[in-house]
């Protein structure tokens, strides 16, 4: 026998999605629709039938692009959910790429892959920033991806 032995390297474990059963997802949850994160937008349940259990047909909006995802399941079957995870950071500074630095109070340390969003939402935080103003940004994390999804003006910085 031999005294080697083979190790795989793995993530910390921590799951980005978890298992639930289709029928105890609500209207204003989040799941996974085609390997995206959604918003539940609307649930329509169809009765069980002479051949088979209840459907839930899903319309979700993906998080991250906005785009309309539709998904049907047994409502007994298990679908899979993503930890969403929302966040809000003080914005420390904003490089001229739009790459923002946030400092994360939790662990002291400065978050900066994170880009200015497009859009009116970019605009606002530029105009805010050109202004000077103290800035809370808020990020939705969610299947390794992060976006910006408000940002207003810190008013406890006074």
Known sequence: MSDEFEVNEADSGASKFYPTQASSIKKGG??????????????????????????????????????????????????????????????????????LSLFDEETGELVEDIRCPEGDLGERLKTMTD???????????AMGEEKVIDVKEDTKAD
């Open 30 to 99: 989040y799941m996974l629709m085609k390997g995206r994160a959604c918003k539940i937008e609307n649930i329509n349940t169809s009765k069980p039938g002479k051949h088979g259990s209840a459907k839930c047909a899903f319309t979700g909006i993906d998080i991250f692009t906005g785009k309309k995802i539709e998904a049907v399941s047994p409502g007994h079957a298990n679908v899979d959910a993503p930890y969403v995870i929302r966040k809000e950071y003080p914005l420390s500074y904003m490089d001229e790429s739009g790459f």
């Open 131 to 141: 202004e000077g103003k103290m800035i809370i940004v808020t990020i939705l994390k």
